[in-house]
């Protein structure tokens, strides 16, 4: 994607003024990080935000026990950073893919937000969106819910966010390892390949390697939202 490209549908700048978008582009500067660099790092200084341009990362955190607990997986669109407006974080981003990033620093970005309120009211929006998330994520990790149907429920909005239609359903485009599942859930590896077996044997996914397909989408919306599983159409 050119920079003029860029300029014209950068999400962020939607509704900024043109001096705003001027501004901004003359202060961001291109980065990349190939896949599995820690780009940003819980309790460190780090004067950048990190708005991703293409591939994909994950936001996590570390249990009492050292153990990742992932809180996101984004991709284009998105901010890496949890927090705008300080210079060090609480969370761990690292990139599951090669990624490339439209970096500026933290303190330009806040005074571009003083002055442009639309900007300022669009980053708003998207952070809002961001807690919303991780609301629904917690309200589903309080025992009110079988690992299967959480499970079910990342997957499909996993699928949603990243999917491609195929022949054979839905593919997920990530490299999804049960470690990484694991992590995604919050539960031992083990717990976790005994709840894929189980999707699967349920007809609701299809895994080779890692490679995750939803054959019905739509079925393993009503599994994760009901518990109820609805056969599949022959």
């Known amino acids: 994607m050119s920079i003029r490209t860029l300029e014209e549908t950068f999400w962020a700048l ?7 978008r001027q501004q901004f582009f003359q202060s961001a500067k291109p980065i990349a990080f190939p896949k599995g660099s820690l780009c940003i790092r819980a309790k460190e200084k780090n004067p950048w935000i990190y708005f991703i341009l293409s591939g994909k990362v994950c936001v996590y955190n570390l249990t009492k ?3 990742r607990k992932i ?4 991709g284009p669109d998105h901010i890496a950073n949890e927090t705008l407006m300080e210079d060090t974080g609480t969370i761990f981003c690292e990139t599951i893919e090669a990624c490339r990033f439209l970096a500026i620093r933290q303190e330009k970005l806040a005074e571009l937000m003083q002055q ?6 669009v980053l708003f929006r998207y952070q809002e969106r961001k807690i919303w998330r ?8 309080m025992g009110s819910i079988y690992l299967e149907r959480k499970l079910a429920s990342k997957l499909w909005k996993l699928g949603r966010d990243f999917g491609t239609d195929t022949s054979q359903g839905l593919r997920i485009n990530i490299s999804l390892s049960i470690t990484f599942l694991a992590d995604l859930l919050g539960a031992p ?3 976790t390949s005994r709840v894929c077996r189980k999707l699967a044997e349920a007809g609701l996914i299809r895994m080779e390697k890692k490679t995750i397909w939803l054959p019905d989408p739509q079925r393993i919306v ?6 109820v599983l609805k056969s599949a159409v022959p």
Do not use: I, M, W
């Not at 809180?71 to 984004?74: M, T």
């Not at 442009?116 to 009211?121: E, S, V």
């Not at 991780?134 to 990790?141: A, G, R, V």
């Open 14 to 20: 939607a509704q900024s003024k043109p001096h705003t």
């Open 65 to 67: 026990c050292g153990k």
């Open 71 to 74: 809180l996101f997986v984004l």
């Open 116 to 121: 442009d309120f639309g900007f300022t009211q």
């Open 134 to 141: 991780l609301e629904h994520q917690l309200k589903n990790t």
């Open 189 to 191: 590896r083990e717990t």
């Open 222 to 227: 009503l599994f994760y939202k009901t518990g």
